[in-house]
């Protein structure tokens, strides 16, 4: 079975520093790869998605993500951490044949500033 | 109207009352899900609806009724919830095989 891991429940940064937030899939063929973002008394948001096309994916608000198939990796990255990026970020992996996503188990940013 | 709306956005409830939690999704999407999201734990699927008939039940007690009359709407009937009960409901949809879940910002649900 497909599985999701996001390495670290919390991630602390300064304002203006890197954002690295890790996920890790297990599949034997690639599947397609989403990072969500929650905010406070919100549902998810699409930031971004991998769909084989090409591995360096951008999305919203200045984050991408790289897919790195060697290490079954999809870490999402965002050069320089802002206040309002403050919010529970999700994986999730989705397979053929299935529109059901295997979500990670979130991990929270917190950023100081 | 786009997106998907879920209502009411907070409910109280004691463990013997009835109500139902709605979902509406304006994407023109066929497929629609329930999650619970509870404070420290992963999401937790509940259910899947796929072109109006149920595909996924992921162990939820019968205290949780879904319904799905149509494609563009979702129903969670709640009757003698537990404590434990109380969480986040989102709703979803999308489009088929491999598409990106759209949310609705949830339903609290607090049970007395």
């Known amino acids: 079975a497909q599985s999701v891991t996001q390495l670290g429940s919390h991630v602390s940064v300064s304002e203006g520093a890197l954002v690295l937030l890790r996920c890790n899939y297990s599949?034997?063929?690639?599947?397609?790869l989403f990072w969500y973002v929650q905010y406070p008394n919100q549902g998810l948001q699409l930031l971004l998605k991998?769909?084989?096309?090409?591995?360096l994916v951008k999305g919203i608000n200045g984050f991408e993500a790289e897919f790195k198939k060697s290490e079954t990796s999809f870490h999402l990255t965002k050069p320089s951490a802002h206040m309002s990026d403050a919010a529970e970020y999700f994986c999730?992996?989705?397979?053929?044949?299935?529109?059901?996503?295997?979500f990670g188990r979130g991990t929270s940013l917190i950023v100081h500033p | 109207e786009t997106g998907v709306t879920q209502t009411p956005r907070h409910l109280v409830m004691g463990m013997t009352n009835k109500k139902s939690l709605k979902c509406e999704q304006h994407?023109?999407?066929?497929?629609m899900y329930w999650y619970k999201q509870s404070a420290k734990k992963p999401l937790e699927l509940m259910f899947v609806?796929?072109?109006?008939?149920?595909?996924e039940n992921n162990s939820v007690p019968s205290r949780f009724s879904p319904e799905c009359p149509n494609s563009s709407h979702l129903f969670l009937h709640l009757h003698t919830l537990q404590p434990e009960d109380s969480a986040l409901y989102l709703c979803?949809?999308?489009?088929?095989?491999?598409?990106?879940?759209?949310f609705g910002n949830g339903t609290r649900l607090t049970v007395t």
């Open positions: 979803a949809s999308s489009q088929g095989d491999r598409s990106p879940l759209h």
């Open positions: 599949s034997s063929v690639p599947p397609y």
């Open positions: 991998y769909t084989s096309a090409a591995t």
């Open positions: 999730a992996a989705s397979s053929g044949g299935s529109y059901i996503p295997t």
């Open positions: 994407l023109g999407h066929n497929a």
């Open positions: 609806y796929s072109l109006e008939e149920r595909v």
